[in-house]
């Protein structure tokens, strides 16, 4: 026998290409579904879902996707929650009135200046919403003093209050402070806080310094005195703004509803508080250098800080604990900082009951 | 390195040996159609061609540990078919068919000369298909599993020897002698 060379494939084209031309039958698909789940069985991969190749293939395409659109949107609002923070208002457009929560919100959480009208009136501790003045000075370019804000009568809501007496003349006498209006309630109980303490530390100031009405005589303490006065003031007012800032960096977008907002009305100093009494820079140097040693003008100044500190940390107590510390100062006889706590108590908590020994002790 | 039609049959085997699924996808994909083919001609039944099939991949994926690539994945998988099919014949009544066994009778030299013309009808050429699948079931099962084994897997005398477990001239004749009946057959139904 010999071998040609079709025998090597032995191959014969026509009958492949006639057998090929059969129908090419192919085992049923339930045969072919146990086989392929055998056989991931006996390798322990789990069976592949329908549609698992498409998801394996777009899984990486659709997660970079969702991504891109997340940050976009977020950039977006961000953009648009800054360019709201950021506006000024102006001042011949009245704020809308479409939301009044807004509205109060928003005003609440920005200063008004408002000329101090006496002095009597920087010893009011009152942090009852204030009612904005439509008498506020068109131009607030001079130098500014914090005043207390005046108390109102009543348990109306403030905003409701300040939408009936606030009108456009108000507007331009307003320090637009844009963060403050980002999360207005968190930061009306900070600023709240820090202005209870500020105006504790204001009022010891006050007290201290010389009454406007009596120029102090050349020559003596009292002058001195009413510069140390005046720096505690300067202090107490970088207290709140400290404070003031903080709350801004803290206030989360959406809080809680707030309590009575601070407004501090600022009006030009050269109004509320007379000059102190030209003196001589020679003989007021000399006074200076003689009647003022340096422990005494740190010690007062140090004393309204740390009242303003104590107020601060009580305003954050739950009431029992903060009526609780006022009898503690009061036992140990720091009565000013008592009398202040408590009075910033019943400005927060007005209905609350007070216990008998604060109650009587209270009344004015 | 993901797997597709590129990749060979061994690599793809090893794959799945080392406990990738996807790569017995493709081989199975590749291959179910020959050796489902192969068994449905070498057994009457339909049935019987299905549970023999799908026993010869489950051998696979039990013995998936122990392969190695001493040669062409092909040839082992049919090898498996072939091992199987005997198996299938031993527990039948008749037994194993004697062509697996006797020798073959001497190699036809007048083997008519395949025709140079191709179909000119498809119908005509269905009809051939018909008659050649006819044919080919009345071949002995040996000569017919060579012939059965070439066109499926394509596979050489060599690997058909080798996935039979004979010699490559028993392979060889087999094969002769397969085509030498089919185009005999052929040529009468022509007439």
Request: proline letters at 9%; aromatic letters at 4%; one cysteine or more.
């Amino acid at each position: 026998m010999s071998e040609t060379p079709r025998t090597d494939r032995e191959g014969d084209e026509q009958l492949s290409s006639l057998y090929r031309a059969a129908l090419p039958e192919t085992p049923p698909l339930v045969i072919d579904e146990a086989i392929r789940a055998a056989a991931r069985r006996a390798v322990g991969a789990r069976p592949q879902l329908a549609g698992a190749s498409f998801m394996r293939k777009w899984q990486m395409p659709l997660s970079i996707a969702a991504v891109l659109v997340l940050c976009v949107s977020l950039i977006t609002v961000m953009h648009d929650e800054g360019s709201e923070l950021t506006q000024v208002p102006r001042a011949d457009v009245p704020a809308p009135v479409a939301s009044e929560r807004q509205s109060a919100a928003n005003e609440s959480a920005v200063p008004k200046v408002e000329l101090a009208a006496d002095a009597s009136r920087s010893k009011n501790l009152g942090f009852k919403p204030p009612a904005v003045r439509s008498d506020a000075p068109a131009s607030g370019a001079d130098a500014y003093k914090l005043v207390p804000p005046v108390a109102s009568s009543g348990i109306r809501s403030p905003s409701a209050d300040r939408l009936q007496e606030a009108g456009p003349a108000a507007a331009p006498a307003m320090v637009d402070m844009p963060a403050r209006r980002a999360a207005p309630s968190a930061f009306l109980e900070k600023t709240e806080v820090a202005g209870a303490a500020a105006n504790v530390a204001r009022d010891n100031a006050r007290r201290d310094a010389a009454p406007p009405a009596e120029p102090a005589p050349v020559g003596t303490v009292a002058d001195a005195r009413g510069q140390v006065a005046r720096q505690q003031a300067a202090t107490a007012d970088r207290v709140e703004r400290d404070a003031g800032r903080a709350a801004m960096l803290e206030a989360p977008p959406a809080a809680k509803p707030a309590a009575p907002p601070a407004v501090m009305r600022v009006e030009p100093m050269a109004q509320a508080v007379p000059a102190p009494a030209p003196v001589a820079p020679a003989v007021a140097s000399a006074i200076q250098k003689k009647a003022v040693p340096a422990e005494a003008v740190r010690a007062p100044e140090k004393s309204a800080k740390e009242s303003a500190d104590a107020l601060a940390l009580m305003a954050q107590l739950p009431p029992e604990k903060w009526l609780t510390r006022i009898e503690e100062l009061r036992t140990q006889g720091r009565i000013d900082e008592a009398r202040a706590g408590l009075a910033e108590f019943r400005k927060r908590y007005p209905d609350y009951i007070l216990p008998p020994a604060l109650r009587g002790w209270a009344q004015p | 390195m993901p797997a597709d039609s590129i990749t060979c049959d061994e690599e793809l085997m090893e794959r799945y040996r080392d406990g990738d699924a996807g790569a017995f996808d493709i081989l199975y994909g590749r291959h179910k159609g020959g050796v489902y083919r192969f068994m449905l001609r070498q057994c009457s039944d339909r049935g019987i061609a299905e549970e023999l099939f799908q026993d010869v991949w489950m051998n696979l994926i039990r013995t998936r540990t122990t392969y190695k690539v001493t040669a062409k994945f092909t040839t082992w998988l049919y090898r498996l078919a072939h091992n199987r099919l005997i198996d299938h014949y031993r527990t039948r009544a008749g037994g194993v068919p004697v062509s697996f066994d006797a020798e073959d009778g001497p190699v036809l030299d007048n083997i008519p000369a395949a025709r140079g013309d191709d179909p000119a009808v498809s119908v005509e050429v269905k009809q051939q298909a018909v008659r050649l699948l006819q044919l080919l079931g009345e071949l002995p099962e040996a000569q017919r599993e060579a012939f059965l084994l070439q066109q499926e897997s394509d596979m050489s005398i060599e690997d058909i020897a080798q996935a039979t477990g004979v010699n490559r001239e028993t392979a060889k004749s087999r094969l002769r002698y397969a085509l030498a009946r089919l185009r005999a057959g052929m040529q009468e139904a022509d007439k």
